[in-house]
């Protein structure tokens, strides 16, 4: 159930819920609190790698966010994602990661980087 960094061999969260739904991924973390994504992190999975757009409308506490390519190796990183802000990636990716705050620092984590959950 947890989220790993491969890579540096460090766990990035102890639970995640997939959102594969037009609707789970509509919400997001949309009015929850920072303990939410604390206890459980988020994983957004996409049909195909795309450019991904990301809002913070509702979500009253920042984040950290990875984009991931087909093969979970990571391409792009939005460190302290803050509310009311949206995010437009330059890479394409197949998958979105929204982690608690500091997690990338913390962690160490890179572009490169290849990320496992299951």
Request: proline fraction near 3%; charged fraction near 30%.
């Amino acid at each position: 159930m947890a989220i790993v960094n491969k890579t540096k061999k460090t766990k990035l969260a102890e639970k995640h819920r997939i959102c594969g739904s037009v609707g789970s991924k509509a919400r997001g973390l949309m009015f929850t609190n920072e303990a939410s994504v604390k206890k459980t992190s988020l994983v957004f999975e996409f049909n195909s790698e795309r450019f991904q757009s990301m809002h913070m409308f509702f979500v009253f506490y920042p984040i950290d966010v990875l984009f991931l390519d087909e093969k979970r190796n990571v391409v792009e990183m939005k460190k302290e994602f803050r509310p009311w802000q949206v995010y437009n990636a330059a890479k394409k990716a197949k998958y979105v990661i929204e982690l608690p705050s500091n997690t990338i620092i913390k962690t160490k984590t890179a572009v490169g980087d290849r990320i496992e959950w299951r």
